[in-house]
């Protein structure tokens, strides 16, 4: 079944932030209603598409894999531009370094944080967060990193949504990580 799109990006090779980058900008030239093909081979874009267009007020209709290539389908829902606003809490590397309470919730997906991840650090890719939240205490202090905090910044709006107060987006993330690091391998 051949599916039909409006308009297609090609996202292919390109890992996050650049899938959502890429999305943007086509999504500008849709009218409402009109549907967007992303071609992506990043598999952290599954989640991270679904949750920016949740976030923004557009559609994601759903992904379809073939050949080791990720068709996303979303539906432009606003002719107005939605202003994305960053998560108000956040806390850079060099801060979370010094911290000794609370946890670090890392929502890069299971590859990614095998191959490197701060020591101690709780896994759960932003694609899991809805369905494992309760594995979480909104008590304690949550610092949720990703590779760039765009992911996090997703993931820590989810759980600021759901009732957790002490939840601080960590900036630059993993990419600019100095720490230690621990592997899954």
């Not at 079944?1 to 030239?29: W, Y």
């Not at 949740?54 to 107005?80: A, F, M, P, W």
Request: hydrophobic share 40%; proline share 3%; aromatic share 6%.
């Amino acid at each position: 079944m051949t599916i039909k799109a409006d308009v297609q990006i090609d996202a292919k090779g390109l890992a996050c932030p650049m899938p959502i980058v890429r999305t943007k900008k086509a999504m500008v030239d849709l009218v409402d209603g009109q549907i967007l093909e992303v071609q992506a081979t990043d598999r952290g874009s599954i989640a991270d598409l679904a949750a920016w267009a949740q976030s923004i007020g557009h559609q994601y209709i759903g992904t379809i894999e073939q050949e080791d290539v990720l068709y996303h389908y979303l539906r432009k829902c606003s002719n107005e531009e939605i202003a994305e606003t960053p998560f108000a809490q956040t806390i850079t590397n060099e801060q979370l370094l010094s911290l000794t309470e609370g946890i670090v919730l890392d929502v890069r997906e299971e590859v990614e944080y095998a191959f490197g991840h701060i020591v101690g650090a709780k896994t759960i890719p932003l694609g899991e967060l809805d369905t494992r939240m309760h594995e979480l205490k909104k008590e304690q202090p949550i610092y949720v990193i990703c590779r760039t905090g765009k992911r996090s910044d997703l993931a820590a709006k989810k759980l600021a949504s759901a009732g957790f107060d002490k939840v601080y987006n960590v900036l630059p993330g993993m990419v600019e990580w100095q720490g230690e690091l621990e592997k899954k391998f």
